[in-house]
């Protein structure tokens, strides 16, 4: 089964109503990237296109690439690699998740939803997850599971930025401001690619640090975008009640669920800054929904062991 199509598919945008908003007269829309597809949703259905078209066309039978225990591009992969006829291998973040493997499935739904799809798992140490883009690592995977087509970590390069431009078409033409949240930089480089000059791009990163600019700048010669680097709530994947509190609310009255590592925030991000008078009178955002709802089972996990309020699903 072929998932990918040459044509670009549109995704809906729909509109969020707020007291917030009417008092400020700032108009929101949300870019549903996340119903794309079931298993395959949002910016990793992007990323993901041209790069398997690619592996495809050059003859590979087997994908490999990166990510942590709840990676949505881990889950992603393995589900587009089994409907385009590929084998997928994901190099896993922790070594100490292979000991007991069966264990480990059991208690984590983003690898077992990944194994359904039969991904195959190496599990590796911290210390050697940080030499994934070295060529000696590459070479000694290439070793051990024969030749394929390597994807990065976050599925961020060239290709995914060419599908990531997909994002954006004619009819957000009217937007006076695109945001999206920021992982490794690639779904907001094909965004700024995609925009009008007289849109701005605003990315909220999920992490803390600044090695994004380099990294975007890497795949854009544009200039209209900045980063909001406040609403990371203490870095990857930390969550506080505030944040679950407003997660939950807007789910409730608008009708769409949020991730709590990226689209969770960002739109934390955008109704903090309506609230604090930061966009002028009738500017019109569109906040691109990334996906990544597959991990809020994970997070619920987590936040049991805390006994913190849970995500609504």
Known sequence: MHIFSSETIPSKNQSVTDPILEASEVFLDVKREDLLHQQVSGNKFRKLKYNLIEAKKLGYKRVLTFGGAYSNHIAATAAAGKMMGLSTIGVIRGDELGIDISKTLLENDT???????????????????????????????????GSFYHIPEGGTNALAIKGC??????????????????????????????????????????LKGNFLDEAINAY???????????????????????????????????????????????????????KKGVFPKNTRILAVHTGGLQGIAGMNKKLMKKKLPLITI
Not at 122 to 139: D, G, I, M, N, W
């Open 111 to 145: 690898l077992r939803f990944a194994s359904k799809n039969d991904m195959r798992f190496k599990f590796v140490s911290r210390t050697q997850y940080r030499e994934k883009t070295a060529s000696e690592f590459l070479h000694q995977l290439k070793e051990e599971f």
């Open 165 to 206: 431009q997909e994002i954006i078409t004619s009819i957000d033409d009217t937007y006076d401001i695109v945001c999206c949240a920021v992982g490794t930089g690639g779904t907001i480089s094909g965004l700024i690619n995609s925009t009008k000059d007289h849109q701005k791009v605003l990315g909220f990163p999920a």
């Open 220 to 274: 854009t010669s544009k200039t209209n975008w900045n980063l909001v680097c406040d609403y990371h709530f203490g870095g990857y994947g930390k969550v506080n009640q505030e944040l679950i509190a407003f997660i939950n609310s807007f789910k409730d009255e608008q009708q769409i669920p949020l991730d709590p590592v990226y689209t969770g925030k960002m739109l934390f991000g955008i109704f903090d800054m309506v």
